[in-house]
């Protein structure tokens, strides 16, 4: 949520980067990159969609509509073959391309063409930072909703990456995507300002609004993970018709490493006293950072000492503690930057939700480790009981990313898929058509958006 961490899920939507692979069947590309050619949306004779993108280490990844999704390597016949999700288990499937200028795929046995969109890339200003950005629309002359896409904490391109760019516009949903400043090709510092963020978020709109013309229908945001948090502010900055949190939080980025500790602490049968332990050490973590690592190394040093040889010291995580425990003081200083890239270590959200009146969709997984819902599910519903229009629909054995998971021997989880419905949930949101049920998931619906 705060730092890009390996753990967390950034890489299943695909890395930013130039991707090792061979040449696919009649594309003169020598290797995979975010232009290459067989990336976009694809429409089956059978109606389905599946969308292909760069993926890490597999060159290539598909995702379908209803969630499923694999990892892609090439034979040495040129077709490719499938792993499931993010497991490396075979799945069965395969998908062979035609030149690249036939916009052609086979998915197993049916046929599909590439889905033609209105595509304009653009660079636009925001506090100094010159943003890449990209308008993807549907094909027509009508008006249709936008979605701009907010990033997480990642530090890379999302313009190269993001698959809703290409997958909402295949069901009728206009997509604005832009690096944030410091990734991808944007320019400036990277940052996790909240407040800097949502400006940025801010001309987004701007600019998609602008590119999409008399073509601009509903327009509004949609952030996942850090992004959950910006979202509603950049909402509160506009007159964006709709806001979607997606697997993010209403509480501070302090309370979450607190929440992270408390749910990893029970899931590894700690006690109520460690579990307190161990909140002391994350208090005197919380108060470097906050202090931007001017202050508090003694509490924090006699605190880890004491409890370095206990047995639920190991299990010590959270979402920024754990990353401080072995580092010395001198290290803290000389990475402090790093560490801290100008989090708003206190941040208010419920401040926000004060004023808001945009209607807002807020997307939990109830398994989420990285982004625990509980504290923030009550708040959500107290905003409802006081009359926001605040949707929220959680989606059962789901992690971070809205991820379905299996559990290996040793207790790690690996990825799957997106649950079906997840994707749908967006599209339909976005139009303000909020449906009765997505797959397995829970719907709380405001009074207001409810299709009747």
């Given amino acids: ?10 890489r299943r939507v695909a890395i930013a980067a130039v991707l090792a692979a061979s040449v696919a069947a009649g594309c003169a590309h020598a290797e995979v990159t975010a232009a290459d050619c067989r990336i976009g949306a694809y429409r089956l004779r059978d109606g389905d969609v599946v969308e292909i993108g ?3 280490g597999g060159a290539l990844r598909w995702r379908k509509w209803d969630g499923e999704t694999g990892a892609l390597k090439q034979t040495p016949d040129g077709t490719w073959t499938s792993t499931r999700g993010w497991t490396d288990q075979a799945d069965g499937h395969r998908i062979s391309f035609a030149p690249c200028t036939s916009g052609d795929l086979a998915f197993d046995k049916t046929a599909g063409h590439r889905i033609d969109f209105d595509v304009d890339n653009t660079r636009f200003d ?64 990277y940052t996790q300002n909240f407040d800097l963020l949502a400006d940025d978020a801010v001309a987004a709109m701007a600019e998609g609004r602008r590119l999409a013309g008399r073509r601009a229908g509903r327009m509004g945001f949609e952030g996942g993970s850090q992004g959950g948090w910006i979202a509603p502010l950049a909402a509160s900055r506009t007159g964006a018709d709709f806001s979607i949190s997606s697997f993010g939080l209403l509480v501070t980025p302090l309370e979450e490493d607190r929440e992270e500790i408390v749910l990893q602490m029970q899931l590894k049968h700690h006690t109520p006293e460690e579990t307190a332990k161990a909140l002391e050490i994350a208090d005197a973590a919380g108060v470097l950072v906050a202090s931007n690592f001017a202050e508090g190394y003694a509490r924090f040093d006699a605190l880890r000492a004491k409890a370095k040889d206990a047995p639920w010291y190991k299990d010590l995580e959270g979402n920024f ?21 100008d989090v ?39 905003l409802q009981s006081q009359g926001k229009p605040i949707t929220i629909v959680s989606f059962p054995h789901a ?41 397995a998931s829970t719907v709380n619906p405001a009074d207001t958006d409810r299709e009747r």
Avoid: C
């Fill in 1 to 10: 949520m705060i730092w890009p961490k390996s753990k967390i899920a950034y």
């Fill in 54 to 56: 760069p993926a890490a």
């Fill in 126 to 189: 925001s506090h100094g930072a010159t943003l890449a950005g990209r308008l993807v629309l549907p094909k027509g002359d009508a008006a249709v909703p936008i979605v701009v896409l907010i990033h997480g904490s990642e530090n890379y391109s999302a313009v190269d990456s993001y698959a809703l760019q290409w997958l909402l516009p295949a069901q009728g949903v206009g997509v604005f995507v832009y690096d944030k400043r410091g990734t991808g090709r944007s320019t400036g510092e």
């Fill in 321 to 341: 503690t754990g990353t401080l425990l072995p580092l010395s003081e001198a290290e803290m200083k000389a990475k402090a930057k790093e560490l801290n890239p």
């Fill in 344 to 382: 708003p270590w206190r941040y208010d959200g419920m401040a926000v939700q004060g004023t808001l009146k945009t209607p807002q969709l807020w997307v939990q997984a109830t398994d989420d480790l990285d982004a625990p819902f509980a504290e923030t599910n009550r708040r959500l519903k107290e």
């Fill in 399 to 439: 992690q971070h990313g809205i991820y379905e998971y299996e559990t290996k021997p040793d207790g790690e989880r690996v990825d799957t898929r997106n649950p079906d419905g997840y994707f749908a949930l967006l599209r339909d949101f976005a139009l303000g058509k909020l449906g009765v049920a997505y797959g």
